[in-house]
């Protein structure tokens, strides 16, 4: 685990948490730099005047906000470091809602939050509150120098921080073209609506993230990786062609295709899982024999 991002508290009502907090992403995006192909120098990004063409100087460079076009008002550093919200290292509990209430395009980054020894106890215990009632705490809290709505979630054996949005900051989802909640006007039937239900259950089973995988990234560094090694450029394999779908989409049949696909490869699996099993009762059986 890195280091942590500050160490402070969590405050619910007269119950002081301290605790230190972590960030939980681990990203490890691909990074490429611009080079001169006629002989691999790195690419500077200079700064120029729009109207004289001229580069300017770094401590000739301001901030400016355009109010209108054309108008701008310019604020400097020690304006803006003023307007910050004041740094604090306290994340204070002031709402408790249902996390069901919660749309998910509120969250936007998460984070952990590890109890200092002192206190285990009462984070223990508003961990288990929240798990069992599936209330979520509201607050604020300032990372570097933005203050951000913060809710406290349980999580397993953790407390998670996760940072929300603003209503500002969501576009309204009612200015786009969905479809209403009225089923039979949209033509579908009780039929369709059970067959649907049928291939969820169907495809219904744990969630483990380890079957997800940044397949773009693993691609580019096997490319990077075999260049490096031989100088050439492996291409990835053409797409397999694919038979063009009907006109008319017939729902009805392409649930039952998509039922029988799927029930199909659960039995293979189960089969594959049996066969595993009945190897390892086999070795076993053997090794026991041996010894005896």
Same mark, same amino acid.
């Given at each position: 685990?890195?280091?942590? @991002?500050?160490?402070?508290?969590?405050?619910?009502? +007269?119950?002081?948490?301290?605790?230190?907090?972590?960030?939980?992403?681990?990203?490890?995006?691909?990074?490429?730099?611009?080079?001169?192909?006629?002989?691999?120098?790195? @690419?500077?990004?200079?700064?120029?005047?729009?109207?004289?063409?001229? /580069?300017?100087?770094?401590?000739?460079?301001?901030?400016?906000?355009? %109010?209108?076009?054309?108008?701008?008002?310019?604020?400097?550093?020690?304006?803006?470091? $003023?307007?910050?919200?004041?740094?604090?290292?306290?994340?204070?509990?002031?709402?408790?809602?249902?996390?069901?209430?919660? *749309?998910?395009?509120?969250?936007?980054?998460?984070?952990?939050?590890?109890?200092?020894?002192?206190?285990?106890?009462?984070?223990?215990?508003?961990?288990?509150?929240?798990?069992?009632?599936? %209330?979520?705490?509201?607050?604020? =809290? =300032?990372?570097?120098?933005?203050?951000?709505?913060?809710? =406290?979630?349980?999580?397993?054996? +953790?407390? +998670?921080?996760? +940072?929300?949005?603003?209503?500002?900051?969501?576009?309204?989802?009612?200015?786009?073209?969905?479809?209403?909640?009225?089923?039979?006007?949209?033509? @579908?039937?009780?039929?369709?609506?059970?067959?649907?239900? &049928?291939?969820?259950?169907?495809?219904?089973? !744990?969630?483990?993230?380890?079957?997800?995988?940044?397949? %773009?990234?693993?691609?580019?560094?096997?490319?990077?990786?075999?260049?490096?090694?031989?100088?050439?450029?492996?291409? *990835? $394999?053409? !797409?397999?062609?694919? /038979?063009?779908?009907? &006109?008319?989409?017939?729902?009805?049949?392409?649930?039952?295709?998509?039922?029988?696909?799927?029930?199909?490869?659960?039995?293979?699996?189960?089969?594959?899982?049996?066969?595993? #099993?009945?190897?390892?009762?086999?070795? #076993?059986?053997?090794?026991?024999?041996?010894?005896?």
């Amino acid at each position: 685990m890195p280091r942590s @991002i500050w160490k402070g508290s969590i405050s619910f009502g +007269l119950v002081t948490i301290p605790v230190a907090l972590y960030t939980a992403e681990n990203r490890k995006n691909l990074s490429f730099r611009m080079l001169d192909r006629r002989n691999m120098s790195r @690419i500077q990004q200079r700064r120029f005047n729009a109207g004289t063409g001229e /580069e300017v100087p770094f401590e000739e460079i301001v901030k400016g906000y355009e %109010y209108e076009d054309g108008g701008y008002v310019i604020l400097t550093d020690e304006e803006l470091k $003023a307007a910050r919200p004041e740094a604090s290292q306290t994340v204070s509990i002031t709402a408790v809602v249902k996390s069901s209430e919660i *749309p998910l395009a509120y969250f936007e980054t998460p984070y952990y939050l590890e109890p200092l020894k002192q206190g285990r106890k009462a984070y223990a215990l508003l961990r288990e509150v929240f798990r069992r009632t599936g %209330y979520v705490g509201l607050g604020r =809290v =300032v990372i570097r120098t933005r203050e951000y709505i913060a809710a =406290v979630i349980a999580q397993g054996p +953790l407390l +998670l921080l996760e +940072l929300m949005r603003y209503p500002e900051e969501l576009r309204d989802p009612g200015e786009l073209e969905l479809p209403g909640e009225d089923l039979k006007t949209l033509g @579908i039937d009780k039929r369709e609506l059970e067959m649907a239900q &049928r291939l969820v259950d169907a495809m219904a089973a !744990p969630f483990n993230p380890e079957e997800y995988q940044d397949t %773009y990234q693993d691609a580019v560094l096997k490319l990077v990786e075999e260049k490096a090694k031989t100088g050439t450029i492996g291409r *990835p $394999a053409a !797409p397999a062609e694919t /038979e063009p779908g009907p &006109r008319a989409v017939d729902i009805m049949s392409l649930l039952k295709r998509s039922l029988e696909n799927v029930e199909k490869r659960a039995e293979a699996s189960k089969k594959k899982k049996d066969g595993k #099993k009945q190897a390892e009762s086999e070795s #076993k059986i053997e090794r026991a024999r041996k010894r005896a």
